[in-house]
């Protein structure tokens, strides 16, 4: 492999002018996402002073997206995703305009800014398992790890941007300036959506809404040894690993509590995942996704045990990059391999699920370990729980050997070529 082939790969923007459009529009709303949680979250502690209320935020987002994650899964496996999509954007869009016109007005509302920030996840939700799809839809089955690390990548670097830009908007201009921005970046999703070719479902004629098909999606994924190792081991990850719920305790306990310093272990995560994210050529041309995957899930779990005993500030940063940079490698690789290994005509509840998951999993991990901590200490829930992942990744890998022989180059029965379906109007 040359020097080259390691750093991100960009074949999948001069594949696909579709999935290019798409990429620049998913980029932008990603950063302007991340201003529009910190601008809402100024704005509700502006206008109560309270954390119970801050914290009502995460509920008003939680709620609609895994109750409309799960619709949005069956809907993307009955309609075109493309019009399902189409739709999700345009509401986006209608309840972003909304946030920004509140914030002109100053109406100073929190029925209505907690009213608006359910109805902006709710519509995301709804679209979300058909976008999911797209990546495999509209690339060569050999660049759909790369499409997906794409992302993952622009993701990550906003987080680590979009927090500090909000920051800069709100001071100098605003907080209409801020929700304005995810207003004109959501425009520009809206436009790239519109120039999609069209994409049915592959048998949607067999397939209706409801729960009958949500259960059958269920089954697939209990059912298929790849996609429930991959499922499997992300949960191992996230369930018994996750740090973030910690990070003010082990402030406090060995750093001093500054908060500057709280503010590094958020960026040092975002850090390791962009890293990774840059040289992600390195596992998105690998054959074997899920061997990719159980190896970036385990070393998740030896760094944040390791994080879980550094003392000297550097090495403790430096154990959170290399988790960030695991985590990154870990979301891309078990990305693909679910949407690979998984007939079209089930990809839209597959990827609800997924969405669930990615969602889900990580509260009730921080939740575990404030628990745990709880009744211990902060050290022993990241050291047993990185552990404890370690352990129950090696168990699934050893017991799984579909996950472990899965093959990016071997097409299987049941799963679709990809790079056909983008051919149309707009690509």
């Not at 002018?17 to 949680?37: D, I, K, N």
């Not at 509401?91 to 972003?96: E, M, Y």
């Not at 191992?236 to 990070?247: D, G, S, Y």
Request: charged share 15%.
């Amino acid at each position: 492999m040359s020097r080259r082939s390691g750093l991100v790969d960009l074949r999948p923007l001069a594949a696909s002018a579709a999935y290019r459009r798409l990429w620049v529009g998913t980029s932008l709303t990603s950063l302007g996402h991340q201003m529009t949680v910190v601008a809402v979250l100024f704005q509700v502690w502006r206008m109560t002073g309270s954390p119970v209320w801050t914290g009502v935020v995460g509920l008003a987002s939680a709620i609609p997206l895994v109750l409309f994650g799960v619709v949005g899964g069956s809907l993307a496996d009955s309609l075109d995703r493309r019009t399902l999509v189409r739709w999700t954007t345009l509401a986006q869009v209608v309840v972003v305009l909304g946030l920004t016109g509140q914030a002109l007005v100053e109406l100073e509302s929190l029925p209505v800014l907690l009213g608006l920030v359910a109805a902006q996840s709710a519509a995301a939700a709804l679209g979300a398992p058909a976008r999911r799809t797209f990546p495999v839809r509209l690339l060569p089955r050999d660049l759909v790890s790369a499409g997906i690390a794409l992302q993952h990548l622009t993701f990550q670097a906003a987080m680590l941007l979009g927090p500090a830009v909000a920051g800069f908007v709100i001071g100098r201009w605003g907080l209409t300036a801020c929700y304005a921005v995810e207003a004109v970046a959501f425009l520009v999703s809206l436009y790239a959506v519109l120039r999609l070719p069209s994409l049915p479902p592959r048998g949607a004629e067999e397939h209706r809404p409801g729960i009958r098909s949500i259960v059958e999606g269920v089954r697939h994924i209990t059912r298929t040894p790849v996609v429930r190792g991959a499922f499997g081991t992300d949960l191992f990850a996230t369930l018994l690993a996750m740090p973030i719920a910690l990070f003010p305790v082990v402030n406090e306990a060995r750093f001093g509590g500054a908060p500057e310093t709280l503010g590094l272990f958020l960026s040092a995560v975002a850090v390791g995942g962009v890293a990774a994210g840059l040289v992600s050529g390195l596992v998105t041309r690998a054959d074997r996704p899920g061997l990719v995957q159980s190896w970036a899930a385990g070393t998740w779990g030896v760094a944040l045990a390791c994080f879980g005993l550094a003392d000297p500030l550097w090495l403790a940063l430096a154990m959170l990059a290399v988790a960030g940079a695991a985590d990154t490698v870990s979301v891309v690789s078990r990305a693909a391999l679910v949407q690979l290994a998984t007939p079209d005509g089930l990809r839209g509840r597959v990827s609800s699920a997924e969405h669930v998951v990615g969602a889900a999993g990580p509260d009730l991990g921080n939740a575990r370990a404030g628990v745990v901590t709880g009744l211990t200490s902060a050290s022993f829930a990241l050291v047993s729980g990185g552990l404890l992942c370690v352990v129950g990744v090696l168990w699934i890998g050893l017991r799984n050997r579909e996950l472990r022989s899965f093959r990016v180059s071997e097409r299987r029965e049941g799963t679709t070529p990809a790079a056909g379906a983008g051919a149309g109007p707009g690509t």
